[in-house]
């Protein structure tokens, strides 16, 4: 790895992450980050649990009004939140994984903790959590940066014991429940397919050139479409692991891909854009104003992403420009929806969420509380 390349690319808060990354391979130690990141949010509803630095909040999404927050008091510098929340499939609770080596189980309604999972031991793991779990009704798989998949059931018990793997997991699974398998990418350079209900590994990928920090996208042909930090965008045969194609980027591939109508959407960290066919062939790029980390959305006709200035993006699947506007601060996140209204959560500025018309006028915008 280049550390001086690196850090030309980037900007302040994904150079503080580069420079981490460096230290993981060159050192070869289990990782770690530094406890900053950009907000993490989850859309259920009518409501928004954001994740940012020391609290959980729950946000009206009808008006960017506070319904909770926790800790309900003030924040505890030893703990601290980025991930998005992930809900359980029968809504009754919220997920969220905290810098403290600790995830958490809080009611959606108020926020009151129902339990907790501390990293303390056992395995010797002891790190944080820097992607979301992914909650099934099979249970809770919850991938950490001390390189093990921890799978529990909805008391917060373990099913079986944590998958390892020789690197870092910064990706959230992704599952198909038509061989009840996980997907999970490490840092490694590898994917991993993973029985859900007994741990046990199904197949190991060949070496993909590089580390793996973005969540599997599964088509609907079973293909796994994943970016690496070697510039490029991979399928791989989920019955295999192997290597069905592979597409060269202009920088590394943080962004997860969207589908829709045999297409793939991602952007890259030099702020190329991407629409590709689902056979690995490039329908159309375009280049904008700033790098993009955060998964693009597809909704009414339209891809919407988003870049590091703060610009928020409308194409049709075509390429051709439909809007864009920019919001004070730098985004990273992904661009959610809920009905008519689009949301991003931007780092560094005034809001930490912003709401949008699908016709980039703001509605409102949420400010911490004080």
Not at 10 to 38: K, Y
Not at 223 to 243: C, H, P, Q, R, Y
Not at 267 to 296: A, M
Not at 314 to 325: F, I, L, R, V
């Amino acid at each position: 790895m280049d550390k001086h390349r690196s850090m030309k690319i980037s900007r302040p808060l994904i150079i503080s992450f580069i420079l981490i990354l460096t230290a993981i391979f060159l050192a070869g130690c289990s990782g770690g980050t530094l406890a900053t990141s950009w907000p993490g949010l989850l859309v259920d509803k009518n409501t928004g649990y954001l994740a940012d630095n020391t609290f959980v909040y729950a946000v009206n999404l009808d008006n960017g009004s506070l319904k909770w927050k926790y800790p309900p008091d003030k924040g505890n510098n030893k703990i601290s939140f980025f991930a998005p929340p992930v809900m359980t499939v029968d809504g009754t609770q919220l997920i969220v994984g905290g810098y403290d080596h600790v995830l958490y189980s809080l009611d959606p309604n108020n926020g009151t903790v129902l339990w907790t999972f501390p990293l303390t031991g056992g395995t010797g793991a002891k790190d944080r959590y820097i992607a979301s779990p992914l909650v099934t009704a099979q249970g809770i798989f919850a991938p950490n940066a001390d390189g093990y998949l921890y799978a529990l059931d909805l008391k917060g018990n373990q099913l079986w014991p944590p998958f390892q793997t020789p690197q870092p997991l910064w990706a959230q699974p992704a599952t198909d429940a038509k061989c009840q398998c996980l997907y999970i990418a490490s840092m490694d350079h590898h994917m991993y397919a993973i029985d859900a209900t007994s741990g046990s590994q199904i197949w190991k990928s060949p070496e993909l050139g590089a580390a793996v920090v973005a969540a599997p996208t599964i088509g609907e042909d079973g293909t796994i479409f994943v970016g690496t930090f070697g510039k490029e965008m991979l399928a791989l045969d989920s019955a295999t692991g192997n290597i069905k194609w592979r597409l060269s980027t202009t920088d590394w591939v943080w962004s997860s891909a969207a589908q829709q109508d045999g297409s793939i959407f991602f952007g890259d960290l030099k702020g190329t854009f991407y629409s590709l066919t689902t056979s690995g062939k490039q329908n159309w790029s375009k280049q904008v104003d700033g790098l993009i980390v955060g998964t693009p959305l597809v909704a009414d006709n339209l891809v919407f992403f988003a870049t590091e200035t703060g610009t928020v993006y409308a194409t049709d699947y075509q390429g051709n420009p439909s809007w864009n506007t920019t919001v004070n601060g730098k985004i990273y996140s992904p661009v959610l929806t809920n009905g008519d209204t689009i949301y991003v959560t931007p780092s560094e500025g005034d809001a930490l969420l912003v709401a949008l018309t699908t016709t980039g006028t703001p509605k409102w915008s949420f400010v911490a509380p004080k």
